[in-house]
C-alpha cells in the first residue's frame, strides 16, 4: 500500500473540528437554538488545557462537559473555547484547545462527531502507533443541566456516559487503511 503523505486523516478531522467551532461561534454569539445543547469531550492533559487543579484530579485523563442551561461568557477563537461552568456550585473557567476535543454530541440533533485521541505523538513513536487509551469520562453537567439521568447522578454532578439514542456518530477509523 502506499503511504498517505498527504494526511487526509488529519485535514478530515480539522475539517470536522471546524464544524465545532462553527456551531460554538454561533452559540456564543446568539445562544443555544430551541432545545439544542452539547457533550463535549476533550482530553484534560492535551497541552494548553485549562482547568482548575480540583478538576484535573477528578478526571486526570478526560472530561466530558454539558453546555446546556446554565453556561457563561463562551468564547471562541480559531484554536479554542472558552466557557464558564458551575461544577457541584464551584464557579470554574474551563479553557479547552479545539485539538484537546475528543467527542462532540448534540442529543437533540441525533448529532455527533468523534476524533482521535487529542495528545500529540509521543517522543519515539512510530507514525501509526496508538496513545494509550483513556478511561472513559462521565458528562460532567452545568447546574441545572437539565440531564434525564438518576436524580442520585445529577445530585453528584455526573452523569453515566452514553451515546444519546439514535444519534449518529461519524470516527474517522472507519475511513482508515488497514493494516501497514
Request: charged letters at 25%; proline letters at 9%.
Amino acid at each position: 500500500m502506499a503511504e498517505d503523505l498527504i494526511r487526509y486523516d488529519v485535514l478530515a478531522q480539522d475539517a470536522l473540528k471546524g464544524v465545532v467551532r462553527k456551531v460554538l461561534v454561533e452559540v456564543a454569539q446568539t445562544g443555544l437554538p430551541g432545545e439544542h445543547h452539547f457533550f463535549i469531550t476533550f482530553d484534560t492533559r492535551f497541552p494548553g488545557v485549562r482547568i482548575s487543579s480540583r478538576l484535573r484530579a477528578q478526571y486526570p485523563s478526560e472530561m466530558t462537559v454539558v453546555l446546556q442551561h446554565q453556561f457563561w461568557d463562551l468564547s471562541v477563537t480559531e484554536t479554542a473555547f472558552e466557557v464558564g461552568l458551575s461544577f457541584n456550585g464551584v464557579p470554574e473557567r474551563l479553557l479547552v484547545p479545539f485539538r484537546a476535543v475528543k467527542a462532540f454530541v448534540d442529543p437533540h440533533a441525533s448529532f455527533g462527531l468523534k476524533f482521535d485521541a487529542g495528545l500529540p505523538p509521543r517522543e519515539g513513536a512510530q507514525p501509526g502507533e496508538a496513545e494509550e487509551p483513556a478511561p472513559p469520562a462521565a458528562p460532567v453537567p452545568a447546574e441545572g443541566g437539565g440531564t434525564d439521568e438518576p436524580a442520585e447522578a445529577a445530585q453528584a454532578g455526573v452523569t453515566p456516559k452514553s451515546e444519546p439514542a439514535g444519534a449518529d456518530v461519524v470516527s474517522l477509523d472507519q475511513f482508515r487503511k488497514k493494516g501497514g
